[in-house]
Every structure is written in C-alpha cells, then in structure tokens.
C-alpha cells in the first residue's frame, strides 16, 4: 500500500456527456461524488447519468481475495494515479488522484501533466504514481437516493 491510501476505495462508475454529445466513462471517489457531479454539470455543462457503484482494489487486495471478488460483480483493470505536486511556498503536498481504465492511463496522464510547467514535472516536486489495480461494479443500475442518503440537497439551499 502506498502511504496515505487504501488498497480499497468506493468509487461511482458513471457516464459523462459533453456539450457536444460525446460521452465518456468516469471512476468517481463516492466521498467526492457530489461535489464532482455539480462541478462537471454547472460549470462544464456536462450530464452524468449510469450511476453504478463500485469498489476499487489494489491489484494485492484483489490477488489475496480473488476467489471472492471475482464473483462479486463486473471487473475490469482501474488504475489509481497519483500526481503530487509539493508546493515549496506552503510547505505540503497537493495530490490529483483520478482513478482511470487501465487503456486509459497514459492518456490521463498526459492531460493532467499538460497543466503542469515542465520545471515542476522535472524537479523532485512532482511526482507520478500508477497504482494498479481492479474495479469491481455492481450488475445493476443504481439510483442515486440509494447511496447518497443525506447528501440530496440542491444548490440552492447551499448558499
């Protein structure tokens, strides 16, 4: 296990359709799920819809438990990438931890390091790690009052 991080994490498997009606697949930590979701729907005008949960694992937990978790759901290779960027003014470490198909990874990180001056990604302060791993995906859809209990209210009662 990486230092700071489980080797498991519950995750929302959802859809994204952009303005311009492409979709995408998205891996979601739960606890950040709604916040994410008013992000990606008020200020990039984008729909989320296909809500699955699921669980994420490092590719140890999954080997030491196999035999269960591969009946447990629909599985497939999800890295979890870490981009941790020390900020030497402050003092700490900001980390990006997106979790993304294993096809996908490289591709991810190639965006995320786009935002990223050069002389940061050369220096000891930016550091890339791609934590293997398997998602494990409910079979059924699930609606969202099912796990976000509490968590319903609408933007206007945050102001």
Same mark, same amino acid.
């Given at each position: @296990? ?5 080797? !498991? ?5 959802? /859809?994204?359709?952009? +303005?311009?009606?492409?979709? #995408?697949? %998205? ?6 799920? %709604?916040?994410?979701?008013?992000? @990606? /729907?008020? *200020?990039?005008? /984008? &729909?989320? /819809? ?13 080997? !030491? ?5 591969? &009946?447990?759901?629909?599985?497939? $290779?999800?890295? +979890? ?13 900001? =980390?990006?931890? =997106?979790?993304? &198909? ?10 995320? !390091? #786009?935002?990223? =001056?050069? $002389?940061?990604?050369? #220096? ?12 494990? !995906?409910? +079979? ?7 796990? @976000?209990?509490?968590?319903? *209210?609408?933007? #206007?009662?945050?102001?």
């Amino acid at each position: @296990m990486l230092s700071g991080y489980n080797d !498991t994490e519950k995750l929302i498997h959802c /859809t994204v359709t952009n +303005r311009y009606n492409e979709q #995408s697949s %998205r891996f979601v930590e739960l606890n950040n799920f %709604r916040l994410w979701e008013f992000l @990606m /729907t008020n *200020k990039h005008q /984008t &729909r989320i /819809t296909d809500l699955h949960l699921c669980l994420w694992l490092s590719q140890e937990e999954y080997a !030491t438990h196999e035999s269960v978790y591969s &009946r447990s759901g629909e599985t497939e $290779q999800v890295n +979890r990438v870490i981009v941790d960027l020390f900020d030497e003014e402050y003092g700490f470490s900001n =980390p990006v931890v =997106p979790y993304v &198909r294993s096809s996908e990874t490289d591709k991810v990180i190639q965006i995320l !390091t #786009s935002h990223i =001056p050069q $002389q940061i990604i050369d #220096s000891d302060n930016c550091t890339i790690i791609v934590h293997e791993g398997y998602s494990i !995906t409910q +079979r059924q859809h699930v609606d969202k009052g099912d796990f @976000m209990k509490g968590l319903e *209210k609408e933007a #206007s009662d945050l102001s």
